[in-house]
């Protein structure tokens, strides 16, 4: 048994079709492959360089079911704190505590950001609590500047009430709070906390979610033949991903048992570009004009059932009807 995996994006759907197995010509325009087992159907994708067969013998999709995790879009925090009426001359802080979820870009690998230090702001109370939120507001501002505006920035509520808004969907607001200094002691006394009012939502299936944590073979070298090379994915498009395991035959001995044929078995984890314009060809089977495909139509006109994969839930496909 050989273990493999892949992935594969397709912004496009012009080299995936539906082929019939048969000897001899079908229909006029439908496609067909001598070399795959008669009568059954087979998902042709020219990228991999693969007809992946459906109930096949031999070669088959694992219980001809694909499954599909849906495109996510990300969701920013935010958290809210509310000041309270200050004593006129005492000083006051602001603190936030935040995470970024094992996000370790260089832009924000600081220690306040990874390793949990709170960020700080100290403004004078006045009496107004309208007043000290634009002085907390603007003071906040000044000290994200640098990270250029992608990191955290505060506006106002309405009145008092302070927001703060993440700029990447990793971050995390652990607290928020607002706290009194004594100016003899030193000592900090909580006076109002805060908390987060829009959970954060991290991506999937865009392009920053596809560079950084998937094993795409984005370099040339990894793919020397020019008719085999990879595509990226689209910065602004968006994916939906699809999954799939696929035996076939190897065709030579398998020295775990005696008498046994060797087989590999490869997981397909295929990111399809959602706004892949529809394909006007036949499909295997049918007769007559074309139609327009989408790619979950060619599976389900191949024989596939999706399911989603986070609960299996079956997926209702129609396709089109072909005059």
């Not at 048994?1 to 048969?22: H, P, Q, R």
């Not at 006029?28 to 013998?57: C, H, M, Y």
């Not at 499954?67 to 802080?93: E, F, I, M």
């Amino acid at each position: 048994m050989f273990n493999y995996t892949t992935e594969t994006i397709l912004n496009d759907l012009t080299k995936v079709t539906v082929v019939l197995g048969a000897l001899t010509a079908p229909a006029t325009g439908v496609p067909w492959d001598p070399t795959i087992e008669a009568t059954k159907k087979a998902l042709s994708i020219q990228r991999l360089n693969k007809a992946f067969v459906v109930a096949g013998t031999d070669d088959k999709i694992k219980d001809s079911t694909v499954y599909k995790r849906a495109y996510t879009a990300p969701v920013n925090a935010v958290a809210a704190v509310t000041v309270p009426t200050t004593v006129s001359g005492t000083l006051y802080r602001l603190g936030v505590q935040l995470t970024t979820n094992g996000y370790a870009d260089a832009f924000f690998a600081r220690d306040r950001v990874l390793f949990g230090k709170p960020f700080y702001v100290e403004f004078l109370g006045t009496g107004t609590a309208a007043t000290d939120a634009a002085t907390l507001i603007a003071a906040w501002n000044k000290l994200t500047a640098s990270y250029n505006g992608n990191f955290v920035t505060a506006s106002s509520g309405g009145g008092a009430a302070v927001n703060l808004t993440a700029g990447i969907p990793q971050i995390v607001f652990q607290s928020v709070f607002i706290e009194s200094i004594d100016s003899t002691t030193g000592i900090a006394t909580s006076v109002a906390t805060g908390s987060t009012t829009t959970a954060n939502v991290l991506p999937f299936g865009n392009y920053d979610d596809l560079i950084r944590n998937h094993r795409l073979p984005t370099l040339e070298n990894f793919r020397p033949f020019g008719l085999n090379q990879e595509e990226l994915p689209i910065a602004g498009a968006t994916y939906d991903c699809y999954e799939f395991e696929y035996t076939a035959d190897r065709g030579i001995i398998d020295h775990s048992f005696v008498g046994g044929t060797g087989t590999t078995r490869t997981n397909h984890i295929i990111w399809v570009n959602k706004g892949a314009a529809t394909v006007t060809r036949h499909i295997a089977g049918t007769a007559g004009q074309s139609a327009a495909y989408t790619f979950e139509q060619m599976l389900n006109v191949a024989g596939l059932t999706i399911k989603l994969a986070q609960d299996k839930s079956t997926v209702s496909v129609t396709p089109p009807t072909e005059a």
